[in-house]
């Protein structure tokens, strides 16, 4: 194994905000021994996910990334040495080996063995991944969307804002979708199936929503906070449920931003506002893997992906997603 050099992307510092390119820096380390019970991947796709900010920028976060570690992230890869009976060569797995060629890890590391053959496996990482699983037990667990609903989506577009829509549609509801430039509102009707697309750029957002959710709103999954979501709390329904799944639109937790209250409308719609976090619910998580690749078999389930190709991308691909740049689940190919 030490004739094999792994390429990593390495945390250089903490970013204050949205972490740039000058944040990390590639580095070529050698591949230790394994040990019982450890397995080499190759990978072969990266993860690029919103989140990671947090994981970058807050030294409090859930899942924190110092400075000198390999940058987390979720990534598809294929076993190609294995001191472990249950995982030989040649198996593919998708799982936390960050953003380098090769990884040591212990199986602990895999999240899931790909079997299926007849499914990209980078969608693994996507819309049969973290995201479309965020999203299916978000919305399912805490959303509770019951059909002739009225489901609201910010990020209608992204990875998990996608799957979200399309679920909610599935389900009877009618969606709203909440998105940037014409061309990502575009996608959402055409693409993603939502009944109505807001810009949240337009200059009078809390009208608009006002004006396609005449009934109010009666599931708001938020993957934004900030600004859009002030602009939609007002018009929640009677019991409505709030899913808070990701915060995209603060720029900074330090000093913590301020806005309006939301405790009266809460209170006097009767309504529930509940964070979620997948790691809560890995229990659960091959049960919607199989019920997704379902819907991706019957064509029932659409996803976008935007790739780039090699690791020397990676620096800057976060910067890149808070910029709107992409038009899909980012993701980084690795060579073969």
């Known amino acids: 194994m030490t004739e094999i050099n792994n390429q990593a992307v390495v945390v250089r510092s903490r970013p204050s905000n949205i972490p740039q390119a000058e ?10 021994a394994l040990e019982n019970q450890q397995i080499l991947v190759k990978n072969q ?23 000198g570690d390999v940058m987390r992230s979720l990534a598809v890869g294929t076993i190609i040495a294995s001191k472990h009976t249950d995982f030989p060569e040649g198996t593919q797995v ?10 040591v890890v212990d199986t602990s590391a895999i999240v899931q063995t790909i079997t299926a053959s007849d499914i990209p496996a980078s ?29 609201v989506v910010s990020t209608a577009a992204g990875g998990v804002g996608s799957c979200v829509g399309q679920l909610a549609k599935m389900q009877g509801c009618r969606t709203v979708g909440i998105t940037s430039s014409p061309e ?60 808070v799944c990701g915060t995209a639109a603060i720029s900074s937790w330090d000093p913590v931003p301020t ?24 229990d659960t998580y091959p049960d919607y893997v199989r019920q997704l690749e379902e819907a991706i078999r019957q064509g029932k389930l659409h996803y976008r992906e935007d790739v780039s190709q090699g690791l020397e991308t990676a620096p800057g691909a976060i910067a890149q997603l808070y910029s709107s740049q992409n038009t899909g689940k980012r993701l980084i190919q690795l060579p073969d």
């Open 23 to 32: 944040n990390f820096q590639i580095e070529t380390r050698s591949i230790p």
């Open 45 to 67: 796709w990266l993860s690029v996910d919103p989140a990671m900010r947090g994981w970058l920028a807050d030294a409090d976060n859930y899942l924190s990334v110092p400075a």
């Open 94 to 103: 998708m799982g936390w080996f960050g953003w380098q060629t090769h990884a």
């Open 123 to 151: 969608l693994y990482l996507g819309v049969l991944g973290l995201n479309g699983i965020t999203a299916a037990t978000a919305l399912d667990k805490v959303g509770q969307p019951q059909p002739g609903d009225t489901v």
């Open 184 to 243: 990502k509102m575009q996608q959402c009707k055409d693409t993603f199936g939502y009944d109505e697309v807001l810009s949240y750029r337009e200059p009078n957002l809390s009208a608009r929503v006002a004006q396609a959710c005449p009934d109010g709103v009666n599931v708001y999954f938020d993957n934004t906070s900030g600004a859009i979501s002030d602009a939609i709390m007002p018009h929640l329904a009677l019991h409505a449920r709030v899913v």
């Open 259 to 282: 806005g309006p209250r939301v405790e009266r409308i809460l209170l006097t719609r009767r309504a529930r506002m509940q964070g979620f976090i997948l790691f809560d619910h890995m």
